[in-house]
């Protein structure tokens, strides 16, 4: 089993910044491949950004590109969501999940555990 507690979230205006963080406890961290999801009501959960085992490989969905950053630290046992440029249309319940695949994916579905979540927020 593996737990996973967000925060960072928040109330933001355009254009300002917000660091979310995630921190993983029970199943080995380092072993787990990571990433950030959001959903707004009605709609599907949608993939944001994954990073591999050492943090050396990430990939991002199109829509924040350039403007989000994932990064982990093992030591810690944490991931980390840098997000800049924020835009109304980034307001979503932001979710961390942990895979133990063998590759960075980007399907919910190839998740295996998951956070409760956090709300952010990005007023106009």
């Known amino acids: 089993q593996v737990q996973l507690v967000e925060s960072g979230g928040g109330l933001v205006q355009a254009g300002g910044s917000l660091r979310l963080s995630c921190a993983a406890s029970g199943r080995t961290f380092s072993r787990a491949y990571m990433g950030w999801f959001r959903q707004v009501p009605g709609k599907e959960r949608e993939f944001v950004a994954a990073?591999?085992?050492?943090?050396?490989?990430?990939r991002y969905a199109d829509a924040v590109k350039g403007r989000f950053t994932i990064t982990r630290d093992n030591a810690k046992n944490a991931v980390y969501l840098q997000m800049s440029s924020l835009k109304p249309e980034d307001t979503a319940v932001y979710y961390c999940?942990?895979?133990?695949?063998?590759?960075?994916?980007?399907?919910?579905?190839?998740?295996?555990?998951w956070g409760q979540g956090t709300q952010v927020t990005v007023s106009s």
């Open positions: 990073i591999n085992l050492s943090g050396s490989t990430t």
């Open positions: 999940a942990a895979s133990y695949s063998i590759a960075v994916v980007i399907r919910s579905s190839d998740y295996n555990y």
